[in-house]
């Protein structure tokens, strides 16, 4: 499900390599957490993604399935990606780059695990110029210095 984890609960003593197991790490590796999500999801099975979902227009989007940028090995845990941007474009892969022209898109995407289990999300990307984009960031930091 993952690369060789030597952090792994499931890695045992073996000293001739210099692995003490997990005799000294206490709980779950990053990469542990991982296969357990993926073999337990949480009930509603969304198709998770990391990338931000507002971008300058000069900018592509660049959104990447969650199980990938944490590490799984998507050749045997995941098929059938599915990105989709009604009227603009599909893409099947676990990951999504495109250039869009100003305005609110509607997208989805989807996959299937090696369980068969179906996975999808409905979301929303703006696409603003870069006027816009850089008076919408100011705002939100302005905003966050009161805070501060």
């Not at 984890?5 to 390599?17: A, G, I, N, P």
């Not at 199980?67 to 990606?81: I, K, M, P, Q, T």
Request: with cysteine; glycine share 6%.
């Amino acid at each position: 499900m993952t690369p060789y984890d030597r952090f792994s609960v499931m890695h045992y003593q073996f000293l001739t390599c210099g692995i003490n197991g997990n005799y000294d790490n206490t709980g779950l590796s990053e990469l542990d957490r991982l296969a357990v999500h993926i073999l337990y999801p949480e009930t509603g099975q969304v198709a998770e993604f990391v990338g931000t979902t507002v971008v300058r227009s000069t900018n592509a989007i660049a959104l990447r399935s969650a199980w990938e940028a944490r590490g799984a090995n998507l050749a045997s845990v995941a098929a059938n990606f599915h990105w989709t941007i009604p009227g603009f474009l599909t893409r099947s892969s676990p990951d999504l780059n495109a250039t869009l022209p100003v305005g609110t898109y509607t997208f989805e995407f989807s996959h299937s695990d090696f369980l068969g289990r179906n996975y999808s999300y409905q979301g929303t990307l703006r696409v603003l110029s870069p006027t816009i984009y850089d008076q919408q960031t100011a705002a939100s930091i302005a905003a966050l210095l009161l805070l501060l």
